[in-house]
Nanobody
C-alpha cells in the first residue's frame, strides 16, 4: 500500500512559479515510476509528466515542455514538479501518481498507475 500526499499548490499570477511536492509512504519508492496529472474544471484528467525509478528518464506533455521540470529524491521518498512561466491554462487540480514495482521506464497512461494522491489546486490568474 502506498499513500501519496501532494502539497505546494496555490494561487499565482501568470508568469510566476510554483513547486509541487508529493510525499510517498512505503519502503519501495525507488521501484516506482512516478507521474503528475492534472484536471481542469469541466475537463478530463490529463497527463503532465513522468519520471523513471532512477530519475534517468523523464517525459512531458507538449504544453509544459520547457516550463515544467519533474524530479525525485529516492532518499526522502518525494517527487517534485517545478512549474515556471505559469499560464492561466495551467489552472487545474494536480495529482501525483505511482506505478509500483515497475521497471526502469516511464508511463504516460492513467491506467498504468495504481496509486493516486488526493490532488492539490493550482490557480493561475491572468
Amino acid at each position: 500500500q502506498v499513500q501519496l500526499v501532494e502539497s505546494g499548490g496555490g494561487l499565482v499570477q501568470a508568469g510566476g512559479s510554483l513547486r509541487l511536492s508529493c510525499a510517498a509512504s512505503g519502503r519501495t519508492f525507488n521501484r516506482n515510476v512516478m507521474g503528475w496529472f492534472r484536471q481542469a474544471p469541466g475537463k478530463e484528467r490529463e497527463f503532465v509528466t513522468t519520471i523513471s525509478r532512477t530519475g534517468g528518464r523523464t517525459y512531458y506533455t507538449d504544453s509544459v515542455k520547457g516550463r515544467f521540470t519533474i524530479s525525485r529524491d529516492n532518499v526522502q521518498n518525494r517527487v517534485y514538479l517545478q512549474m515556471n512561466s505559469l499560464k492561466p491554462e495551467d489552472t487545474a487540480v494536480y495529482y501525483c501518481a505511482a506505478r509500483t514495482q515497475a521497471a526502469e521506464t516511464i508511463s504516460i497512461g492513467e491506467y498504468e498507475y495504481n496509486y493516486w494522491g488526493q490532488g492539490t489546486q493550482v490557480t493561475v490568474s491572468s
